[in-house]
């Protein structure tokens, strides 16, 4: 059973840097033909995609986001990692990490399964 | 701001059936598979349906999707107030280079 879990600091100042971790659980980050991916949610509000990372390092962005975010893995640690530089209040929210799959060419994307998320708060 | 658009809210009586509709353009829907997910409250949203109509195991067949041009649907029958959640489509969208979700949609069971 595939499981992920998000870990980092609830609350950061404006202007510093947000950094999660993703934990994986019950299949190896390198295996497969997975991509791992964050999403966000600020509250009452609708899903965003932030990005996704192969095994091998590989990685999309969010057009929007993509001028502040990293997202990078540790093979060997079977964990992947955001940061998200420069924050403001509008990137509070909650964050998720879940397995992007896409079997093989002619298939799909979805993302399955997903962590139970974790609040960022931006504040002073 | 998202590129696929679903309504904001449905609603139906118990047992009955709701609809849900998610409208994309030719970079998205219409040349990639739709998955459909399903966030109750204060939790993480699940999978629902992937590959436009596929359904991973452990999901009943009262949830169905099919697709059509540049739009997909999401079809619930014999509604449960258990299925009171938000529901969102996604897919993967070609001038993005990135998945790209709906704007979710509300359903209340009456």
Redesign the interface.
């Known amino acids: 059973q595939v499981q992920l879990q998000e870990s980092g600091p609830g609350l950061v100042k404006p202007s510093q840097t947000l950094s999660l971790t993703c934990s994986v659980s019950g299949v190896s980050i390198s295996s497969g033909s997975y991509y791992w991916s964050w999403i966000r949610q600020p509250a009452g509000k609708g899903l965003e995609w932030i990005g996704r990372i192969y095994s091998s390092g590989t990685t999309n962005y969010n057009p929007s986001l993509k001028s502040r975010v990293t997202i990078s893995v540790d093979t060997s640690k079977n964990q992947f990692s955001l940061r998200l530089r420069s924050v403001t209040a509008t990137d509070t929210a909650v964050y998720y990490c879940a397995r992007l799959l896409h079997p093989d060419i002619s298939a799909g994307w979805w993302l399955d399964p997903w962590g139970q998320g974790t609040l960022v708060t931006v504040s002073s | 701001q998202?590129v696929l658009t679903q309504p904001p809210s449905v609603s139906a009586a118990p047992g009955q059936r709701v609809t849900i509709s998610c409208s994309g353009s030719s970079f998205n829907i219409g040349n990639?598979?739709?998955?459909w997910?399903q966030q109750l409250p204060g939790?993480?949203?699940?999978?629902l349906i992937?590959?436009?109509d596929r359904r991973?195991s452990g999901i009943p067949d009262r949830f169905s999707g099919s697709k059509f041009g540049t739009s997909a649907t999401l079809g619930i029958t014999g509604l449960q107030t258990g299925d009171e959640a938000d529901y969102?489509c996604?897919?993967?969208d070609s001038s993005?280079?990135?998945?790209?979700?709906?704007?979710?949609t509300k359903v209340t069971v009456l």
């Open positions: 998202s990639n598979y739709v998955s997910y939790t993480a949203p699940k999978v992937y590959d436009n991973p969102y996604g897919t993967w993005l280079s990135g998945y790209v979700f709906g704007t979710g």
